[in-house]
């Protein structure tokens, strides 16, 4: 495999994830539109990084163990639905709850800010040699 | 000649007639490409299948009568053997009549380097009238098919024989799959590796397994251990056998085509009514554990031998289907079969499957069969040949001159040059080795008349540097005559060592 190819793979990738990043965020868009304001919108940006990065965490769990996860049935499933969802709920609490802790998230986001920007560029760049290797 | 009027005449009464049958004429000139003697030529290959496996080849279980049925009228290999042990490189130097350290595809899904992939065998069968076609259902030669995509006038991809497409790169990114794909199987559930995609690679498992149990759901009264499967395409043997009918007889004439079908490869899961089709109290010789030993019991390995002897009976089935109808069409009158596989099996030495550093004889010793246009009689060739030999072969056949860069030779009995048994056959794993480097680490076997020594490359202490066994009194390579037989060896050692530094030349 030449280099180009794998910058490839990389761009193939990156295109991807870029795409799932959207999605996720475009998921939490509608949400924020669809909650009422109190609830949701007024602390967005902190209660959106909370819910993502708990999602994050549990789906990495489940990757690990991708070949019993894949298995599971509904019924297999629910407990550690359930387990996920009181997570969130209770990280929603203590957002809601201590303006210290929602302060601290708010300062952390806007810490790794940065590396958002480079991720988005880096997906955009995925993108177009994507585009370019097939056209 | 002098033409007078009245001829002249006669000939512009003609033309509105030859005007309305030029389409008809330019059609069949580019079917036939002119060349009316031109055989067709089909190369089905069954991955995985192993010699040693099969009782055409004096196997004790009789997995395999109609391909003896078939090997009446065929010109029958005993001694051929696979350049690699895998798909990818065997496959490759197939297509291409060079060995692994030439293609240098040879890692999984490894595809062939630039500079010889103008020696592929469709390209080579261009501008010739041909009709080429190349399907797998197995990715790893798909992977080395879409190189060759342009050289053919039909390429498919797996999905169109597979009952589910979960594939996205096949169908978005076409032109360029063999990345794109490597990009796919990164992300999502694809094979026993966790994916990178966090939260689409769990809908997509969740997704993909619902889809698997419906179709084995589906399918239970025909499969009843499962559909088999590789990288979630599922395959029924039967539907590609009606395909491969269906193209012996309407593909444009003539045609080359090359037909991969993954039985009886892993998963070991034949038809429901070859399932348990040997319950004999056979055991096969027991052998010593191997330093690649992957830790499976003796019980073990006979089951799964059991299973795939099984799967090979299924598939002796489903090709004496094939046969039996190529026969009946006539199709045998005007083709050239070719039945082979691309590596074998092991089910010894605490070693299952294939995917080993091992390169035992049942892994690299596979069936090879030719059957001429209107061939009568069964003819045996017991020379050592080689996987690298069937470009060569079909050029030879074709009247085709072979490229400098083949490594193969014409087969015998096509070319009697050849009849000799003091040639060199090598076969190569590498897979751990860097694709553009020299040979460093690799197992490497060279087979010479009645020998064939084994060299390991890289590997920990506790593996031998080299192995010699003499498969004329020893064909189960029980014992190591390393020692024994100090003069065969050198000169072996001599022999390999040379090539290995003439190959490796190239990377230094």
């Known amino acids: 495999m030449g280099i180009w190819d794998v910058i490839g793979v990389c761009s193939y990738a990156l295109s991807f994830s870029l795409f799932e990043s959207l999605l996720v965020w475009l998921f939490f868009l509608i949400l924020g539109g669809v909650l009422p304001e109190k609830l949701y919108r007024s602390r967005f940006v902190v209660i959106t990084t909370v819910v993502v990065f708990i999602s994050a965490i549990w789906a990495a769990f489940a990757q690990l163990n991708y070949d019993v996860v894949y298995d599971w049935h509904i019924v297999e499933a629910l407990p550690w639905l359930a387990a996920y969802f009181i997570s969130i709920a209770v990280f929603y609490g203590l957002v809601r709850q201590f303006e210290r802790f929602a302060k601290l998230i708010y300062k952390v986001v806007m810490g790794i800010s940065v590396l958002a920007t480079l991720y988005v560029s880096s997906g955009v760049i995925g993108v177009v040699i994507v585009i370019i290797r097939n056209l | ?94 297509l291409t009549g060079t060995y692994p350290w030439t293609h240098r595809a040879i890692q999984m899904l490894g595809s062939i380097a630039p500079g010889v992939v103008p020696n592929n065998l469709f390209r080579l069968f261009g501008g010739k009238g041909y009709t080429r076609l190349g399907y797998s259902h197995n990715l790893l030669a798909t992977e080395l098919l879409h190189q060759f995509s342009e050289d053919m006038e039909i390429f498919k991809f797996p999905r169109e024989l597979s009952l589910d497409e ?147 009976a299924n598939v002796d089935a489903e ?137 390991y490359l890289g590997y920990d202490d506790d593996v031998p540097e080299y192995e010699l066994f003499d498969l004329a009194n020893d064909p189960e390579e029980l014992s190591d005559r390393i020692k024994a037989s100090k003069g065969v060896a050198q000169e072996l050692q001599d022999i390999l060592q040379a090539k290995l530094k003439e190959v490796n030349q190239r990377y230094l």
């Open chain 2, 166 to 312: 979960n594939q996205f790169s096949d169908r978005i990114f076409s032109k360029d799959y063999s990345v794109a794909f490597l990009g796919e199987k990164l992300m999502l559930p694809l094979e026993t590796t966790p994916p990178a995609s966090l939260f689409l690679a769990l809908i997509s498992g969740w997704v993909q397994t619902a889809k698997k149990r419906k179709i084995f759901e589906e399918y239970k009264d025909r499969y009843p251990e499962g559909v088999p499967d590789q990288y979630r395409h599922y395959y029924l043997l039967e539907t590609a056998i009606d395909w491969v009918i269906d193209l012996t007889i309407k593909l444009p004439q003539p045609y080359l085509a090359y037909v991969h079908l993954l039985p009886p490869h892993e998963p070991y899961w034949p038809r429901k009514e070859f399932t348990n089709w040997f319950q004999d109290d056979w055991k096969p010789l027991r052998k010593p554990r191997s330093f690649f030993s992957q830790g499976y019991s003796q019980k073990s390995l006979n089951q799964s031998r059991n299973e795939y002897d099984d799967y090979i």
């Open chain 2, 319 to 455: 090709f004496g289907r094939l046969y039996a109808s190529m026969e009946k069409s006539g199709v045998l009158e005007n083709t050239m079969i070719i039945f082979t596989s691309d590596h074998g099996e092991l089910f010894e030495r605490g070693i299952r499957g294939h995917l080993t550093d091992a390169l035992y004889q049942p892994i690299l010793q596979v069936p090879l069969l030719i059957s001429m246009p209107g061939q009568r009689q069964r003819e045996d060739v017991y020379v050592n040949t080689s996987g690298v030999d069937l470009l060569p072969t079909l050029l030879h056949v074709a009247g085709i001159a072979a490229p400098e860069l083949c490594e193969g030779k014409v087969l015998p009995p096509f070319s009697r040059t050849n009849d000799a048994n003091d040639r060199s056959i090598f076969s190569l794993e590498a897979k751990q080795n860097p694709k553009m480097a020299p040979l460093t680490n690799a197992s490497v076997s060279l087979i010479k008349g009645d020998y064939k020594l084994i060299h």
């Open chain 2, 1 to 94: 000649m002098k033409v007078n009027r009245r001829d002249f005449l006669k000939f512009t009464s003609l033309l509105p007639v030859i005007a309305s049958q030029w389409p008809l004429f330019l059609e069949s000139n580019r079917s036939s490409g002119g060349s009316k003697t031109s055989p067709n030529i089909l190369v089905i290959l069954f991955d995985a299948l192993s010699a040693r496996n099969a009782s055409i080849y004096g196997y004790q279980r009789a997995t395999t009568p109609n391909l003896e049925r078939f090997a009446s009228r065929a010109i029958v290999y005993h001694n051929y053997y696979s350049p690699g042990n895998f798909t990818t490189s065997s496959t490759a130097s197939l």
